[in-house]
């Protein structure tokens, strides 16, 4: 039970980074992104081709894949999103969806459906209180928790997150107060690129790099994000978490290929008896 418990903090900090990306962009841009899984791929596959491909170190490979992530995040707003926003939400989730399918074959397209791993060094596991661990494991609770000191960081101490709260809390007081809304959404864009790249490589080392590795997390993700309060950054860290374990430790009691069955159900719950989430707020008709 110990083993079983400590894998679902590792599966629920590995899906804390997406979780956040989401929370992220719905709080400032009010749509479900459903691309998220084809970009966690796509990271993952670019910082392959850097670490086994060109010999580079895992670390520099995935600084530098966060960064042009990020980046490409802007330029795929630029090109896709921008031009549908004032069209609603749920066009824009559409236009996601449609996103995904496309960088997933385009994943497809240059590395095929075989499955690929990362050129680092195979660690025996050891154990600390009869629990097994492994080099991975360890290294994706660090860089998880660091990457979520430094979110909540930026977000509570910088006027760059200081202005993304206010744009996701009222946009239009926002503008009124002089933010500019496109700067905020361009920073939200990269900061949410770079949150997808680190995921995707943290899931790479978990798992193979295969095209359909970040749409299998999907449902997780929303689940984790949706439970802890959709634009709750706090919301998605304990929504992932608790997704994570309590899918892990379902497998005691049912077979593991029904565990993709328990984030359905907790979205299910949480829609009927919390639309806002653990840690949302509730919407306020007037």
């Given at each position: 039970m110990l083993q079983t418990l400590f894998n679902g903090f590792v599966t629920g900090i590995t899906m804390t980074l997406p979780a956040l990306a989401v929370t992220l962009l719905f709080g400032v841009l009010k749509f479900a992104n459903f691309a998220i899984g084809a970009m966690m791929t796509v990271a993952a596959y670019m910082a392959?081709?850097?670490?086994?491909?060109?010999?580079?170190?895992?670390?520099?490979?995935?600084?530098?894949?966060a960064i042009v992530c990020g980046l490409l995040c802007i330029a795929v707003d630029v090109v896709t999103f921008k031009p549908l926003r004032d069209r609603g939400s749920i066009t824009l989730m559409v236009a996601s969806l449609g996103l995904g399918f496309v960088l997933e074959n385009i994943a497809r397209?240059?590395?095929?459906?075989?499955?690929?791993?990362?050129?680092?060094?195979?660690?025996?596991?050891?154990?600390?209180?009869d629990i097994r661990m492994n080099k991975e494991q360890m290294i994706t609770i660090v860089v998880s928790t660091v990457a979520m000191l430094a979110m909540y960081f930026l977000l509570t101490r910088t006027p760059v997150g200081r202005a993304m709260r206010a744009v996701a809390d009222n946009p239009s007081l926002a503008l009124v107060r002089g933010i500019e809304s496109g700067r905020i959404i361009?920073?939200?864009?990269?900061?949410?690129?770079?949150?997808?790249?680190?995921?995707?490589?943290?899931?790479?080392?978990?798992?193979?790099?295969?095209?359909?590795?970040?749409?299998?997390?999907?449902?997780?993700?929303?689940?984790?994000?949706?439970?802890?309060?959709?634009?709750?950054?706090?919301?998605?860290?304990?929504?992932?978490?608790?997704?994570?374990?309590?899918?892990?430790?379902?497998?005691?009691?049912?077979?593991?290929?029904?565990?993709?069955?328990?984030?359905?159900?907790?979205?299910?719950?949480?829609?009927?008896?919390?639309?806002?989430?653990?840690m949302g707020q509730a919407h306020i008709r007037r």
């Open positions: 392959f081709a850097l670490n086994a491909q060109l010999g580079w170190p895992l670390l520099p490979s995935t600084i530098v894949v397209l240059f590395y095929g459906n075989s499955a690929r791993s990362f050129a680092i060094e195979i660690a025996r596991p050891f154990r600390v209180m361009r920073w939200t864009w990269f900061i949410a690129g770079v949150l997808l790249a680190v995921g995707g490589v943290l899931i790479g080392m978990d798992r193979a790099i295969e095209p359909p590795m970040g749409s299998s997390y999907l449902i997780a993700v929303f689940a984790a994000a949706i439970f802890g309060g959709l634009g709750s950054p706090l919301g998605a860290f304990l929504g992932a978490l608790a997704i994570g374990i309590v899918s892990e430790m379902a497998t005691l009691v049912i077979p593991p290929n029904y565990r993709i069955g328990i984030p359905l159900c907790v979205i299910a719950l949480v829609l009927i008896f919390r639309p806002q989430g653990l």
